[in-house]
């Protein structure tokens, strides 16, 4: 994985310009999510890595659906069979960020105009880091 | 191309505002890589533009410097008591006032890391080796003689016979009361508690005490001896318990065999929690370095130069070893980062 990433990472060319922050916007208020434009430089990603990637980190279980198993049992039709088994789903960790990264994380955000979405959007942000393609039963 | 921690590190050289240099300490101290550098960088420019913390909180001309000092710090560890804050700008003004000579053998700028103790981003608190057992060696030392002292005492009583009411009297009143110190139990205690060195004053005055007592009984009479005796018995458990923190209900015999299990014990105990705290320490300095640089960063974008993405690489791989072996062998992880928004 880490040399997934670090592949990656050489190959990855920088922040992207963003001018047009308005459909960031409307996609952000009528679904609620939105993948934002690349904020980061290389070097702020690697150093962003390695704090998220902080043993210390306490990870709290979340069983979430997985769409791919989903599938996968429609198209078995043995769907209703394994609606309630543990292929539909996967395990994932979720643990608070690190409080300076999370200001980090904001700052940029803001820099980039995002955080004015909402008056109140620095206050209410929060920023958690997901551990996922864990062992199922890691968290189980 | 210069690297980002070249163009940090001449930024520091070159910074005027103490505030920044002092916000440049703060995020650095205590790394113990190379990064430290910048820590060093900008004390030493804080020394050249003679910036100093006043020593003495009744300095109120000067006193907006430790208030600066005391707010960046509080921002940083925003958990830590008034007290702690205060013995943090005393270790950095250690640091200011420092000779030349002195400051350049330094091998580590420590303010708020030293011994372990911090409330900030070292978690170290949670492996931190209690007090009471990082002191067992001589904790263990001034119970032997203590001991040894009793044993005496009750040779001594053994000697004497009976064990008379007088005779128990008379031993355990020589503790207490040789300095006239304490006529209750409490006093005496609080006392100890004061003098700081508790257990080796106890033995020279039990000594003392030892020596002064048959006068002090053949000068008074019996009777207004054990009124006294009788008030003072309680007085001399109080200071017992006082002095020892862990005090085995039934005693037992020492003897070489346990006291060098005793302290084989100890030893492979603190080696293990040594190199526990050594692998949490060295995670905590990667955190310090990795948040530290990516503030600078934020501040001042660049990119790095080919030897410092190796290492950062390199601290990259370390960490995901930490976690391989932390959770599972051949664990696969993909970490995302992802901000949620509550609007």
Request: aromatic content about 6%; some cysteine.
């Amino acid at each position: 994985m880490v040399n997934e990433t670090i592949q990656a990472l050489e190959s990855y060319r920088g922040p992207d310009r963003v001018e047009n922050v308005a459909a960031f916007h409307d996609l952000l208020r009528k679904r609620g999510w939105a993948v934002t434009p690349k904020l980061w430089a290389r070097a702020e990603l690697t150093c962003a890595a390695i704090v998220a990637l902080d043993p210390t980190l306490v990870y709290d279980g979340i069983r979430q659906k997985d769409r791919q198993g989903e599938n996968l049992a429609c198209r078995t039709r043995s769907f209703l069979l394994t609606l309630f088994t543990d292929d539909t789903v996967q395990s994932r960790g979720m643990a608070f960020m690190h409080e300076k990264l999370q200001a980090i994380v904001v700052a940029r955000l803001k820099r980039y105009g995002i955080g004015r979405a909402a008056p109140s959007m620095a206050e209410a942000l929060s920023a958690v880091v997901l551990n996922s393609n864990g062992k199922k039963c890691m968290f189980e | 191309m210069d690297g980002a921690f070249d163009v940090l590190f001449r930024n520091i050289e070159r910074s005027t505002d103490p505030e920044e240099l002092l916000k440049e300490i703060i995020k650095w101290e205590g790394v113990s890589s190379h990064a430290q550098l910048f820590a060093f960088g900008a004390m030493q420019r804080l020394r050249d533009l003679g910036w100093k913390i006043p020593k003495y909180a009744r300095d109120i001309q000067n006193e907006g410097r430790r208030l600066m000092v005391k707010e960046l710090l509080s921002r940083e560890y925003s958990r830590v008591s008034e007290k702690t804050l205060n013995v943090y700008v005393s270790n950095f003004n250690k640091f200011l006032r420092m000779d030349d000579e002195e400051f350049k053998k330094l091998e580590r700028i420590t303010i708020t890391h030293s011994r372990g103790r911090h409330g900030g981003l070292m978690a170290l608190s949670e492996v931190e080796i209690p007090v009471s057992l990082s002191a067992v060696a001589q904790l263990g030392e001034r119970r032997i003689e203590m001991e040894e002292e009793e044993e005496e005492e009750e040779e001594g009583l053994d000697e004497s016979g009976e064990g008379t009411d007088d005779d128990v009297d008379e031993t355990s009143e020589d503790v207490v009361f040789e300095d006239g110190l304490a006529s209750d139990g409490v006093a005496g205690e609080a006392a100890d508690e004061a003098d700081g060195s508790v257990a080796p004053r106890r033995s020279s005055r039990a000594r003392a005490g030892h020596a002064g007592q048959q006068e002090s009984v053949a000068e008074s009479d019996s009777g207004s001896v054990d009124a006294k005796v009788h008030s003072r018995r309680p007085a001399r458990r109080a200071v017992q318990d006082s002095f020892l923190v862990e005090r085995p209900s039934k005693r037992i015999a020492l003897d070489s065999s346990m006291m060098l299990n005793d302290l084989l014990h100890t030893t492979q105990w603190v080696r293990r929690m040594h190199t526990h705290m050594q692998d949490r320490a060295n995670q905590c300095m990667m955190l310090v370095q990795a948040l530290a640089t990516l503030e600078a960063l934020d501040r001042d974008p660049r990119e790095f130069s080919p030897k410092e993405q190796e290492h950062s690489f390199g601290l990259l791989r370390g960490r995901a070893e930490v976690l391989d072996n932390l959770y599972m062998k051949g664990e696969r992880f993909m970490v995302l980062l992802v901000c949620v928004c509550v609007v």
